[in-house]
């Protein structure tokens, strides 16, 4: 069985990395079994992970997910590949540490970018586009990106010229987006995915169109 390896990744804090590193790893695991990382020192996969071992087991839904208990040592992070047993792994990676986050795109196959659609959140994930814009160009890196726009206050068109300022850097856009919903937050506090939480909702919804695309984009 060779692993997927998928980070999650932008310098930005509060970009929903963690939200999605979650719910995708929930998605993935509808399709084999999932393993979810927690690179970064925060552990805010842990602490959901921890509210998660508080649930009932009848509303855990996902039997093929696995997540690491402690967050997982920078100097681990590059025996990564070493791992076996699931089809995928899915790594959080922190905010403002670049060097945590340029490992965890040197060992994996793909990374998800999530943007929040505002000018100010453009600018300031820069760094990690042009991280990954320059380590493909110099072949120090061999990632497929994808830029998610998450966050996305529903009604506004502020997605589209997000869309329209990243074209310079020539790196994909997914095309389902993520909306600013507090299905996500809530399901978040009592450890579950969104699935899980609200399997009706907008937001799961949403979510299940996204968890297609990114199956489809690795497979
Ligand atoms: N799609 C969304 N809709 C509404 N709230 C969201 C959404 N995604 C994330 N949030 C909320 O925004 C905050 C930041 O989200 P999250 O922790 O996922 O971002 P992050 O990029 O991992 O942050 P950090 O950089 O600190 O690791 C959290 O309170 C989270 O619940
Ligand atoms: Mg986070």
Same mark, same amino acid.
Request: proline share 5%; with cysteine; net charge positive.
């Given at each position: 069985?060779?692993? =997927?390896?998928?980070?999650?990744?932008?310098?930005?804090?509060?970009?929903?990395?963690?939200?999605? *590193?979650?719910?995708?790893?929930?998605?993935?695991?509808?399709?084999?079994?999932?393993?979810?990382?927690?690179?970064?020192?925060?552990?805010?996969?842990?602490?959901?992970?921890? $509210?998660?071992?508080?649930?009932? =087991?009848?509303?855990? =839904?996902?039997?093929?997910?696995?997540?690491?208990?402690?967050?997982?040592?920078?100097?681990? @992070?590059?025996?990564?590949?070493?791992?076996?047993?699931?089809?995928?792994?899915?790594?959080?990676? +922190? +905010?403002?540490?670049?060097?945590?986050?340029?490992? $965890?795109? /040197?060992?994996?196959?793909?990374?998800?970018? &999530?943007?929040?659609?505002? &000018?100010?959140?453009?600018?300031? *994930?820069?760094?990690?586009?042009?991280?990954?814009?320059?380590?493909?160009?110099?072949?120090?890196?061999?990632?497929? &990106?994808?830029?998610?726009?998450?966050?996305?206050?529903?009604?506004?068109? @502020? $997605?589209?010229?997000?869309?329209?300022? !990243?074209?310079?850097?020539?790196?994909?856009?997914?095309?389902?987006?993520?909306?600013?919903?507090?299905?996500? /937050?809530?399901?978040?506090?009592?450890?579950?995915?969104?699935?899980?939480?609200?399997?009706?909702?907008? *937001? *799961?919804?949403?979510? =299940?169109? !996204?968890?297609?695309?990114?199956?489809?984009?690795?497979?």
């Amino acid at each position: 069985m060779m692993n =997927k390896i998928i980070a999650i990744a932008n310098n930005k804090g509060g970009s929903g990395k963690t939200t999605v *590193a979650i719910n995708l790893a929930g998605y993935l695991s509808t399709k084999g079994e999932v393993l979810l990382i927690d690179a970064d020192p925060q552990g805010s996969v842990c602490d959901w992970n921890r $509210a998660r071992n508080k649930n009932d =087991k009848s509303a855990l =839904k996902h039997k093929k997910l696995t997540v690491e208990e402690k967050p997982h040592p920078q100097k681990k @992070l590059k025996q990564i590949s070493q791992i076996k047993g699931y089809d995928f792994i899915v790594i959080d990676s +922190p +905010p403002e540490d670049a060097k945590i986050m340029r490992t $965890a795109l /040197v060992v994996s196959d793909y990374a998800i970018i &999530p943007i929040s659609p505002s &000018p100010l959140d453009i600018r300031s *994930a820069f760094i990690t586009i042009k991280t990954i814009r320059e380590g493909l160009d110099s072949r120090a890196i061999k990632i497929n &990106p994808a830029i998610l726009i998450s966050k996305k206050v529903i009604g506004t068109t @502020l $997605a589209d010229d997000v869309r329209a300022d !990243l074209k310079p850097f020539k790196l994909p856009l997914l095309k389902s987006e993520v909306g600013q919903r507090i299905a996500y /937050v809530e399901s978040t506090i009592y450890g579950q995915t969104i699935f899980e939480y609200a399997p009706g909702s907008k *937001a *799961a919804k949403e979510f =299940k169109k !996204l968890g297609k695309e990114v199956i489809k984009w690795v497979s």
